[in-house]
């Protein structure tokens, strides 16, 4: 799920990605949070943990702010509630404001220094969602875009090209899974929906981007198979084109974010039979993949991500 920095962000500015929540091993749910320092790709474990052990959730930072975690599932059910890490203290708070209905998959981004967006997803009654919570981030309110999604969908992916507008592409609509990608321009919080579509039919893909260039969809699955392939959109044009290096592995259902001018970063996720604590790297500057020694603290799939790229 994804990562909103600022537009040109610089690699000094850049402090840390998070990585929350999730299911680990015998498929318990999870409650830490890991976090990535940029500098040396080192890994942590923050003492905060989220308010529950919860897992489909969507994520996205208003970065050297905050970074939120919404929705998801636990052990009681759906949820609607957000909880949210303030920088640099790491500590845990939960909103007063909650999404407009409990709901797990739902892809998230964000326009830094604005605004967060929650799209689409499912419901306790198993119905997909077309609508799109917003988090205006000066008082963590809540409202509602009379925009939509070009139709309900979840397992989507999102990213955002700060300043500027958000994408969410792919996803499933309990008949098919799906290639197009939606478009919500920040300043009027419209939708359109792009010409350029993902290369094939995908959801359980998650998102990141390198705010000011690029979005970048990664991994998921197309029905068949999962998928290790990365679609890359160019923001100047919303084109689309698919990068040759690819993740480790086919893997759905991962977190995804990124230190936007230097790298983005999908970490865990599901492979054919097995969860992975992995972190796959991307470098932007020449969009290759390199795999981290760090890993997650434990194997996990179904978790969120964003990342805090410091004052930008």
């Known amino acids: 799920m994804q990562i909103l920095a600022g537009v040109g962000a610089a690699a000094a500015a850049a402090v840390a990605g998070y990585f929350g929540g999730g299911r680990g091993p015998a498929n318990v749910n999870q409650s830490g949070i890991d976090k990535i320092t940029f500098a040396d790709d080192s890994k942590s474990t923050l003492s905060a943990t989220l308010t529950t052990a919860r897992f489909l959730m969507g994520g996205f930072a208003n970065s050297s702010v905050a970074g939120y975690f919404g929705g998801g599932g636990d052990s009681g059910g759906y949820l609607s509630g957000i909880d949210k890490i303030t920088f640099p203290a790491d500590t845990k708070s939960t909103l007063s404001a909650t999404l407009t209905s409990a709901r797990r998959v739902t892809a998230a981004m964000a326009n830094s220094g604005t605004a967060g967006y ?76 792009l010409s350029a579509t993902l290369t094939s039919d995908n959801a359980d893909l998650r998102g990141m981007a390198n705010s000011g260039t690029a979005g970048y ?95 930008l």
């Not at 929650?118 to 509602?144: E, M, R, V, Y």
């Open 118 to 193: 929650f799209c689409g997803g499912q419901n306790s009654a198993g119905t997909n969602l077309s609508g799109i919570d917003k988090i205006t981030f000066a008082d963590d309110s809540k409202s509602t875009l009379s925009a939509t999604l070009s139709g309900i969908r979840f397992n989507n992916g999102a990213f955002a090209n700060s300043g500027v507008a958000g994408y969410a592409g792919g996803g499933d609509d309990n008949v098919s899974r799906l290639s197009g990608i939606d478009k919500i321009t920040f300043s009027t919080d419209s939708k359109s929906t």
């Open 217 to 311: 969809f990664t991994g998921g699955h197309d029905g068949t198979n999962f998928l290790s392939r990365i679609d890359k959109i160019t923001f100047s044009t919303d084109s689309k084109s698919t990068l040759s290096a690819t993740l480790t592995s086919g893997v759905q259902s991962m977190g995804a974010m990124a230190n936007s001018g230097v790298a983005g970063y999908v970490g865990g996720g599901e492979v054919v039979g097995a969860a992975v604590s992995r972190i796959d790297k991307i470098t932007f500057s020449d969009d290759s993949k390199s795999t981290l020694s760090a890993t997650l603290s434990g194997t996990r799939y179904y978790l969120s991500a964003f990342a805090d790229s410091g004052t």
